[in-house]
């Protein structure tokens, strides 16, 4: 599934936050880095279970 308006936002607010206050930046970027990380994951295998349906 496609969800890169979604990505961008939370990217985009990532991004507003490091900068509006420093100190949470660090915080901010790490929470995005590890939501995308879960979301390519789950990406992944529910591809993998359509290839295998698909078989």
Not at 17 to 36: F, I, N
Not at 41 to 55: H, M, N
């Amino acid at each position: 599934m496609n969800s890169g308006i979604a990505d961008a936002v939370a990217a985009a607010e990532a991004v507003s936050a490091a900068c509006s206050e420093p100190s949470r930046g660090p915080a901010a970027v790490t929470g995005y880095a590890s939501a995308r990380h879960s979301a390519v994951r789950d990406s992944g295998e529910a591809a993998g279970a359509v290839r295998r349906a698909a078989v």
